[in-house]
């Protein structure tokens, strides 16, 4: 189940321009840009890079052409609770951006006691 949209290897090498690419010198970065770019989520290309890094491509690509099938408004949330919902947060031992959120929370509620 390939999906025409995305590129292969040699695409991305073939259009890679060092001039403006300079942050992007891995293969796992590009493909980390191109789902913030294409989940609408630019914001959080870091988070996306980070997926890309640790998670192995066919899991992130299964949980991509699930957002894409779908008519969602804010599809980076939902690639985020797909992957959730593959366990692959527990299975790599990776921390939710959720957890973060509930964690820092805490902290605050310590700080102003």
């Known amino acids: 189940m390939k999906d025409s949209s995305m590129n292969s290897i040699g695409d991305i090498l073939s259009k890679f321009n060092p001039k403006e690419d300079k942050y992007v010198s891995r293969e796992f970065q590009s493909f980390g840009v191109y789902l913030a770019e294409q989940l609408g989520d630019t914001r959080r290309k870091a ?7 640790e998670i192995p ?35 790599f031992k990776l921390s939710s951006p959720a957890k973060k959120k509930k964690a820092v929370k805490k902290t605050e509620k310590k700080v102003k006691e």
């Not at 988070?47 to 890094?53: C, E, G, P, Q, V």
């Not at 779908?70 to 692959?88: C, I, N, P, T, Y």
């Open 47 to 53: 988070l996306y890079i980070k997926y890309a890094k």
């Open 57 to 91: 491509r066919p899991i992130l690509q299964k949980a991509y052409q699930f957002v894409i099938d779908s008519k969602a408004r804010s599809k980076g949330a939902l690639f985020v609770w797909k992957l959730k919902e593959m366990g692959v947060f527990e299975k």
